[in-house]
C-alpha cells in the first residue's frame, strides 16, 4: 500500500450501543486537503433513552442539537448522500483512518446498509492507528500529543487523530534520520580503524628524482625501506 495512491480521511463517530444495536448520533471527518465535515443524526427520543451514563455524561453535553444548535442535524439519507458528495470530492481513492476503529467503521458501513452496500471504490475496512501504533511499541514510544479539542466532539475527535497521525510520521522520520546518523557514526569509527591499522603496517613511499612512484610500502621493521628495497 502506498500512501501517494489514495485521499486520506481521519474519521470519528459517536454512538449509542447496548449490546443489541448501534445507534448512530454524530460523525466528524476531517480531509488532507482540509476540508472537513460534521453531521448529527436525527434521532427519536426512545433510541435516546437507550444511552449509558457515560455517553450521557461524556457525549450528550457536545452535541451541537442539545446546545441549541439544529444546523448538523440530518436525516440518516441525507447523511449518506452528504457523505458520498464530502468524500469523493477527493482527488484519489479514499483511504480512512480511525481510533479503536471497529464501532466507528460499523456506523460508516450501515450508514449506507451494509459493508457490501459502501460506495464504489470505497474500502471495505479502514486503518486503525490505535492498533498501528501499539504494533509498533505503544504510545510511550511516540509520546504522542495531547488533545487540543474536545474530547468525545467527532469532529474535534478527528481532527486530534490526524494530529496523533501527523505526529507517527514525524517520530518515524526523526528515528529514522536518528538511525541513518548512528549508522554514519558507526561507518566512520570502523573507517578510522582501519586507516590506523593500515597505517601501522604501511609506509609512505616519498617521491624522488628516480623512477619510483609514490605511494604506500609494506613495513618490514621499525626502520624506513632503503632505496634499493624500494626499487
Not at 470530492?89 to 466507528?104: H, I, S
Not at 486530534?160 to 507517527?168: E, F, G
Request: charged share 25%; hydrophobic share 40%.
Amino acid at each position: 500500500m502506498n500512501d501517494s495512491d489514495y485521499t486520506h480521511y481521519w474519521f470519528d463517530t459517536e454512538f449509542i450501543e447496548d449490546g443489541t444495536v448501534v445507534i448512530p448520533l454524530s460523525i466528524g471527518i476531517v480531509c488532507e486537503d482540509g476540508r472537513e465535515l460534521y453531521l448529527e443524526w436525527y434521532q427519536d427520543d426512545l433510541k435516546l433513552a437507550k444511552a449509558n451514563e457515560f455517553v450521557v455524561a461524556n457525549v450528550f453535553p457536545h452535541l451541537r442539537w442539545k446546545n441549541g444548535d439544529p444546523s448538523a442535524q440530518r436525516w440518516h439519507y441525507e447523511i449518506r448522500n452528504e457523505l458520498i458528495e464530502f468524500v469523493n470530492a477527493g482527488a484519489k481513492r479514499p483511504l480512512f483512518w480511525a481510533w479503536y476503529a471497529t464501532y466507528d467503521w460499523m456506523v460508516m458501513c450501515q450508514t449506507f446498509g451494509n459493508m457490501t452496500d459502501l460506495p464504489q471504490n470505497w474500502p471495505m475496512f479502514p486503518m486503525d492507528l490505535r492498533a498501528i501504533i501499539e504494533w509498533e511499541g505503544g504510545k510511550r514510544r511516540f509520546a504522542l500529543p495531547s488533545q487540543e479539542g474536545t474530547a468525545h466532539e467527532a469532529l474535534d475527535d478527528a481532527r486530534h487523530l490526524k494530529a496523533m497521525y501527523d505526529h507517527l510520521g514525524y517520530m518515524r522520520k526523526l528515528e529514522f534520520e536518528r538511525k541513518v546518523d548512528a549508522d554514519l557514526r558507526t561507518s566512520n569509527a570502523l573507517v578510522a580503524s582501519i586507516e590506523k591499522r593500515v597505517h601501522a603496517l604501511y609506509v609512505p613511499v616519498v617521491p624522488t628524482a628516480g623512477p619510483t612512484p609514490s605511494g604506500w610500502y609494506r613495513r618490514t621493521d621499525e626502520q624506513e625501506p632503503s632505496q634499493s628495497t624500494q626499487e
